[in-house]
């Protein structure tokens, strides 16, 4: 239930302009294969005809008005050069060699992406050409030491030029925002799997989930929270990132606690650790949110027959002694 509140947090924000400063992904790319789309705003320029001369935004159906032009051009999806060379040869019709210039002077139908969670430096960035999800990931800095190695995008909204329809992921209702996500592992991504590193479009909200936590308690030497890897956690290696356990933890009976599923209740699972240690058992796989117990062996019998032998020597010393007094030889 919080994880859904955040996310709707994280998803209203982004869609409000947020409060995070928006960033070019590419200042030495900008308007290079724009690809232009309603709300944007087209300056033309004809060389010695200012007559000529448009500024025209893009209407809610892709199309402009171009002076002296009798039909609206169609300007959604296309870039600034074919614009140009169609205005130009519109134009033919009344100037025998027009030198015709057409400039994006706006760009206001792609909103910034957005990327959030587990990133050494969330913010808001300006798509000025075709970016893929490793990139934006590499470019906020990579991921935390917390990451779960799992990222989720929200397409809010259609891209506006995607060439690949199947980029229009439609409604979904899987986590109750209605809003269209994905599930990507940065392992699979890494390892250059065409669909585990897809194409990011203006618009999308990218949230690198935080690995959720298991803890472990009692005879370690470090005990505290750890996080669950993209490869998840077992028993072994849980112990390890502990710094292992102290001489009195008691490695024969270790106990899981783990909810159950649609509950706060929790079962035990009681484990030989001794028995994974040497390979006679399997290891193991953690939780989310596992607690595991390291309890203190029991003394043995002659532990606690030699416990009581050297406190009852300890006694009888102190009692001769007492009231005997002692010299400091030099």
Do not use: H
């Amino acid at each position: 239930m919080r994880f859904r509140s955040l996310l709707l947090f994280v998803l209203v924000v982004a869609l409000a302009g947020g409060l995070i400063g928006q960033t070019p992904l590419s200042p030495s790319d900008t308007q290079k294969g724009y690809l232009v789309g309603p709300g944007d705003e087209l300056t033309g320029r004809v060389l010695g005809e200012p007559q000529f001369d448009f500024v025209a935004t893009v209407d809610v159906d892709g199309r402009i008005e171009v002076p002296f032009v009798e039909k609206p051009i169609m300007a959604k999806c296309k870039t600034e050069r074919d614009l140009r060379l169609e205005v130009t040869e519109l134009l033919k019709k009344y100037l025998k060699s027009p030198q015709v210039s057409v400039r994006v002077t706006k760009r206001d139908s792609r909103p910034p992406v957005s990327i959030y969670g587990e990133v050494r430096t969330q913010g808001k960035y300006d798509l000025t050409r075709r970016v893929y999800l490793l990139e934006l990931i590499s470019y906020s800095g990579g991921e935390t030491e917390k990451s779960g190695g799992m990222i989720q995008v929200f397409r809010p909204r259609p891209p506006v030029c995607a060439e690949d329809a199947s980029a229009d992921w439609g409604p979904s209702t899987e986590d109750g925002l209605n809003v269209p996500s994905r599930m990507y592992g940065l392992a699979a991504m890494r390892q250059g799997g065409k669909e585990s590193n897809p194409e990011i479009f203006p618009g999308d909200i990218i949230v690198v989930q935080k690995a959720s936590p298991v803890y472990v308690t009692g005879e370690v030497i470090r005990p505290g929270e750890l996080n669950i890897p993209a490869g998840g956690l077992p028993l072994m290696q849980a112990v390890a990132m502990s710094n292992g356990m102290t001489r009195e933890a008691k490695i024969k009976d270790i106990k899981i606690y783990r909810l159950k599923p649609n509950s706060t209740e929790r079962e035990i699972i009681s484990t030989n650790y001794d028995s994974i240690r040497k390979g006679l058992a399997k290891d193991i796989m953690l939780q989310p949110y596992d607690i595991v117990e390291v309890d203190k062996a029991k003394d043995s019998i002659g532990k606690i027959i030699m416990d009581l032998a050297i406190g009852a020597g300890k006694s009888a010393i102190g009692s001769v002694t007492q009231g005997v007094g002692y010299r400091v030889m030099y």
